[in-house]
């Protein structure tokens, strides 16, 4: 069992800066592969990114290519995602997850993330 706790959210101006943190316990998660995910009112849960268990591979959703930063320490057991140019279409609540085997299994509760123009 992973506990995953995220922090960071907060309201921003358009263009602003944000970096969320994930912080697991109940077990290390460097042997897996973790997850940033994204739900906007009204909208499904989306996936935003994703780093490797060593942290040297990266995926990102298209639109925040360029912009966000999936990054982790796995001594502190701890995954980050740095977010720039922050629009209004960034506004929603944000997940940690980890990976285990093909499905992310265990979640956090989220954050709120809020972008004004």
């Known amino acids: 069992q992973v506990q995953l706790v995220e922090s960071g959210g907060g309201l921003v101006q358009a263009g602003g800066s944000l970096r969320l943190s994930c912080a697991a316990s109940?077990?290390?998660?460097?042997?897996?592969?973790m997850g940033w995910f994204r739900q906007a009112p009204g909208k499904e849960r989306e996936f935003v990114a994703a780093?490797?268990?060593?942290?040297?591979?990266?995926q990102y959703v298209d639109s925040v290519k360029g912009r966000f930063t999936i990054s982790r320490d796995n001594a502190k057991n701890t995954v980050y995602l740095q977010m720039n140019s922050l629009t209004p279409e960034d506004t929603a609540v944000y997940y940690c997850?980890?990976?285990?085997?093909?499905?992310?299994?265990?979640w956090g509760q989220g954050t709120q993330v809020t972008i004004s123009s």
């Open positions: 997850a980890v990976s285990v085997g093909e499905s992310y299994k265990y």
């Open positions: 109940g077990r290390t998660i460097s042997s897996y592969v």
């Open positions: 780093v490797s268990e060593s942290g040297r591979s990266t």
